[in-house]
């Protein structure tokens, strides 16, 4: 009954490769986020969503593509992986836009 | 942009000792601020928020008041744990900036019995 589950937990990988974080959310939840945290634990917004619509896309590479298939899911692809793509990402769900985040446990990403 | 401005860690206390994690923000609106927890390879959880000057969030015996005269939401306890041992982190969500959470850079507590 995990409210914001991802998939997978760890992810190690050859730089060059394509793969995919899916993220799941149970709460009923509007809107959606991806968070990066790089290895100093410093967070940054990736995306987010509302009601399946792209709200905020930061500055970041076109590698990065997120697909929300209906309101409780919110997926991120990543393209051509890079070694500075290693971190830990972490998909979140709010009520709506401005209320407090429910996170996920987080995607360790490694790129070798 | 808005911004969020955490002390720096790492902060180290004995059992029992009183903690403050400063936190001040700059915001182009009025700001939600909230204080999040992450404890070892977790991800983050809410600890407490408030919406409104003077508004004061407490849980688990934590407590930071919304200070809008200058612009800070300190995080305090009176007496630590060996449990409370994470990264804090200060946050705010500005509406005048597509309410998207802006995160201080965190600050790691470690408390030894």
């Known amino acids: 009954d995990t409210a914001v589950s991802q998939t997978p937990k760890y992810l190690v990988t050859q730089m060059g490769n394509d793969k995919s974080i899916k993220c799941e959310q149970n709460?009923?939840?509007?809107?959606m986020y991806w968070y990066k945290q790089d290895s100093k634990k410093f967070l940054k917004i990736m995306f987010s969503y509302n009601n399946k619509e792209l709200i905020i896309n930061e500055t970041v590479p076109n590698r990065f593509s997120p697909k929300s298939p209906d309101k409780a899911h919110l997926n991120l692809h990543i393209n051509s992986l890079e070694l500075g793509d290693s971190a830990v990402y972490f998909c979140?769900?709010?009520?709506?836009?401005?209320?407090?985040?429910?996170f996920g446990q987080g995607t360790r990403l490694t790129v070798v | 942009g808005d911004s969020v401005t955490q002390m720096e860690g790492p902060v180290t206390l004995s059992e029992e000792a009183f903690l403050t994690i400063n936190c001040t923000y700059t915001?182009?609106?009025?700001?939600?601020l909230f204080w999040y927890v992450q404890y070892p390879g977790e991800g983050l959880q809410l600890l407490l928020k408030?919406?409104?000057?003077?508004d004061k969030g407490s849980n688990k015996g934590f407590e930071a008041t919304y200070r809008k005269e200058t612009t800070s939401f300190h995080l305090e306890k009176g007496s630590v744990q060996v449990s409370d041992s994470a990264v804090y982190f200060c946050?705010?969500?500005?509406?005048?900036?597509?309410?998207?959470?802006?995160f201080g850079a965190g600050t790691i507590l470690r408390v030894k019995s």
């Open positions: 915001a182009t609106g009025y700001p939600s």
């Open positions: 408030a919406t409104k000057a003077d």
């Open positions: 709460l009923g939840h509007d809107t």
């Open positions: 946050a705010l969500s500005d509406s005048s900036e597509g309410n998207k959470l802006v």
């Open positions: 979140a769900s709010s009520p709506r836009q401005g209320r407090e985040a429910f």
